[in-house]
Every structure is written in C-alpha cells, then in structure tokens.
C-alpha cells in the first residue's frame, strides 16, 4: 500500500504558466481533499471531494481547478500561477468511522514556487 | 480572529518533562475534534481524536471543553522523537476542516 501520492515533489512556475498537481490514494476512501501550507498559518481547504464525481469549494479556492477523475485520483489545476501561489500543496483522503470520528492520511506534499 | 487558535511556541522542553498545548475555536457548532502532528518538512499525521469525556493513549491525553470551546493535548515523559508541530484540527458535521497553525515543541537531551 502507497496510502497517498502525489506528484510533483517539487515544482518552479513562472507567473501566468499552468500546471496540474496529482494525487491518488489505494485506500478506497471516498473523501479526498486539497490543502495548501503557508508559514504560520497553518492547512487551509482549498477544495475536497466527498465522493467520486462530486467536488466543492473549501476556504481558498480561488485561482484553482479541480478534477475527481475516479475514486483513487482527485488533481489540483492552476491555471494561470501567481507569486501568491506560492505554497506547500497537500493531498488528503479520509476514512470516517464510528461516533464521528475520521482519520486523514495525507501524501508528501508538492513544493510549489512561482516567480 | 482565527477560527482555531494555538499558541504558536516555541516550547523547548528538557527530555522527561510534562509539557501541555493549548487551542481555542470559535465555531459552537464543531463537532469533531483532533490533534495531528507534523514533523519537518513533512506531511501531517493523526495523532488522536479528541472527546468530550477526555482520552488518553500511553502519553498523551487530549481534553475537550466544549462550554470554553478549548482543546488540550497533554504530554508526560516527553521523548526526543516528541519534537514537532502539534496542530489542532475541528471540523464541522460535514467537510469543512480547521486546521490550527501549530505549536511547535522541542525536547533537549
């Protein structure tokens, strides 16, 4: 078992370039999420996906794309990049279980630097 | 004001002490509630759920306080490998997740 990968591990964008970041996970789980790191704030939700074919808009989710491609893949798109992108990227999925609880796994994470 | 609130330390603690993080929320309606650890440059992981009636696993106990809407992570015997950032994390009843900035600890031989 992999649990979560992403790729790329590192990434430098010019401002305006495109690109897609990839996550799959071999858990089976049916809730994925994207989260970008920047210092001293802490995970923010930039998008999540509660199951295959369905995706919604978490707490930052301007200037990205998303695609719940199957239930294992779930891919974060920027569009046209800009210096404010400039984060550590962060693919999750979860597992819930009884009285509430969930656990989320999280893969490597994507170094990301636009210039 | 942030929706989760940690004090950010550094806490330099000597291997072998007690040491204890503090978060705050702002949402009355959260409902689940959970303490990660990140190492360095790596990814986060679970470290324990947190409930209402308060739980322990080997070290470390977690305490909730949903009237004060405050969450504690409590570490005994601290240990050289317990040097990382503890993040507090609350969710609502759905997808949202919170996550807290982090408290980052070191423990010195």
């Known amino acids: 078992n992999a649990g979560v990968t992403q790729t790329p591990k590192f990434q430098v964008l010019k401002t305006g370039q495109s690109m897609t970041l990839q996550c799959a996970q071999d858990?089976?789980?049916?809730?994925m999420y994207w989260y970008r790191q920047d210092p001293g704030m802490g995970l923010r939700l930039i998008y999540y996906?509660?199951?295959?074919?369905?995706?919604d808009k978490g707490e930052v989710p301007n200037g990205y794309n998303v695609s719940r491609l199957n239930k294992r893949e779930f891919s974060l798109r920027l569009e046209s990049a800009a210096p404010s992108q400039t984060s550590v990227y962060f693919c999750?999925?979860?597992?819930?279980?009884?009285?509430?609880?969930?656990?989320?796994?999280f893969g490597p994470g994507t170094r990301l630097l636009v210039l | 004001r942030k929706e989760v609130e940690q004090d950010p330390g550094p806490f330099n603690v000597p291997e072998g002490a007690t040491v204890a993080f503090n978060c705050t929320y702002s949402n009355s309606a959260s409902q689940s509630f959970f303490w990660y650890r990140q190492d360095c440059r790596k990814e986060p992981k679970l470290l324990m759920s947190?409930?209402?009636s308060g739980n322990e696993d080997g070290r470390f106990t977690a305490q909730l306080n949903r009237a004060s809407q405050y969450i504690s992570l409590l570490i005994r015997d601290s240990k050289l490998s317990d040097s990382a950032t503890y993040l507090c994390v609350v969710k609502d009843g759905g997808f949202k997740t919170i996550f807290g900035a982090g408290t980052r600890l070191f423990v010195k031989a």
């Open positions: 996906s509660a199951s295959e074919g369905t995706t």
């Open positions: 858990m089976n789980h049916n809730s």
């Open positions: 999750a999925s979860s597992r819930r279980w009884k009285q509430g609880g969930e656990t989320q796994y």
């Open positions: 947190v409930y209402s």
